[in-house]
């Protein structure tokens, strides 16, 4: 349930900073579980080096991460924010006390502010965006000060354009706060930098290429630039389904009708490795494939039924999705000839408020037939 979209938050749940102290080698493999569905492997692996190594910066947040997932993976979004709630009330006082104990190490303060950034997760998912820059700030100015005083925490640079992104779609008042901690608030500079730690982070490039695929396909349309990151993704973590539906879609959108086919013929194997929550939650999101997949080679009708399924059963919990199945529902009516259709599909569409470019097409079509 990644989304993850989550432009603040989610790159905290994959921080980490290189196998420089002792436990990090269990930690790695409790990552590389918790982000290949294996929830329990990664909480035990987590659990264990948060107890041996106490002194172990990540233990805690990545415990945080796997306990949090596996929520998402079982249980409803209610439970799940409880659960993450809970879960960072017992592991802040855990790094205020490290932040005491190691005062001159940038390492200790990179990690505390990542901990309380993860908070915004919970109002973003409520759509509070006020609360969620007050709370996800809080946390990156921690960060902040951690890479000033150390350069080399390249993770940080995954935090700063999430920031700044985040912050380049936002209201003015939001985009002076930024600039006035001397970040650009640009969705350029935002992209930019998280492009960066995609290449040159010990571990925030998991979340990078995540966030950035996601971005990519769903906020900026550039489906050829998501591409890049999502071969990376499902090569190295083959049973993640999220992963597999950002390249699935980013296959379709650039014309790669035959090896799109083969990955939705891999589906319904994925599919039934799935929690029931997570069949849930990610089926609106495989016929939206489907509808894609149909509009790009198939028929337009079949494509429109695959749509209108989308929207019946949508049942996530953020809804940059729905908002791309509105506006494909209202270029396919467009595109049959039956323009008030369109336009009730464009509108409710613009009614989500989510920011993303599917908002910008709708706005556009509104007013101006779709056509091929």
Not at 77 to 84: A, F, G, I, R, Y
Request: charged residues 20%; negative net charge.
């Amino acid at each position: 349930m990644h989304f993850k979209n989550s432009l603040l938050t989610w790159c905290v749940s994959g921080l980490l900073v290189g196998q420089t102290l002792p436990g990090d080698v269990l930690l790695k493999k409790s990552v590389m579980a918790m982000y290949n569905y294996n929830y329990d492997v990664a909480i035990t692996l987590s659990d264990s080096v948060k107890t041996q190594y106490p002194n172990n910066p990540g233990a805690p947040l990545v415990w945080v991460g796997a306990k949090w997932l596996k929520a998402q993976a079982y249980l409803s979004t209610e439970q799940s924010s409880d659960t993450l709630q809970k879960c960072l009330n017992y592991v802040l006082p855990i790094y205020e006390t490290l932040v005491e104990k190691f005062p001159t190490d940038p390492i200790y303060q990179l990690y505390y502010g990542s901990a309380k950034g993860l908070s915004a997760r919970i109002s973003l998912g409520e759509k509070n965006w006020l609360q969620t820059f007050i709370r996800a700030y809080s946390g990156f100015t921690l960060i902040q000060d951690a890479y000033k005083n150390d350069p080399e925490l390249k993770d940080a640079l995954l935090p700063f354009g999430i920031v700044e992104y985040y912050a380049g779609i936002s209201p003015t008042v939001i985009q002076w706060l930024v600039d006035l901690y001397g970040l650009n608030p640009s969705t350029d500079s935002g992209l930019e930098k998280i492009e960066q730690a995609a290449l040159m982070s010990d571990w925030a490039w998991i979340e990078s290429k995540g966030i950035l695929a996601f971005l990519y396909l769903w906020v900026e349309d550039q489906p050829s630039w998501a591409l890049i990151h999502t071969k990376d993704l499902v090569k190295q973590f083959p049973n993640n389904y999220y992963f597999y539906i950002l390249h699935l879609e980013s296959l379709i959108r650039t014309g790669d009708a035959l090896e799109a086919n083969l990955y939705i013929k891999m589906n319904d194997d994925k599919y039934a490795l799935l929690t029931d929550r997570q069949k849930s939650w990610y089926n609106a999101y495989v016929l939206y494939e489907k509808s894609l997949f149909e509009y790009e080679f198939g028929d337009l009708d079949t494509s429109l039924i695959y749509i209108q399924q989308v929207i019946d059963g949508y049942d996530a919990e953020l809804d940059i999705i729905l908002g791309n199945a509105y506006l494909h529902m209202g270029k396919i009516h467009d595109l049959l000839g039956q323009r008030m259709d369109a336009i009730l599909a464009y509108q409710q569409c613009i009614d989500l408020d989510n920011f993303s470019s599917a908002m910008n097409h709708a706005n556009q079509y509104i007013h101006s037939p779709f056509s091929r």
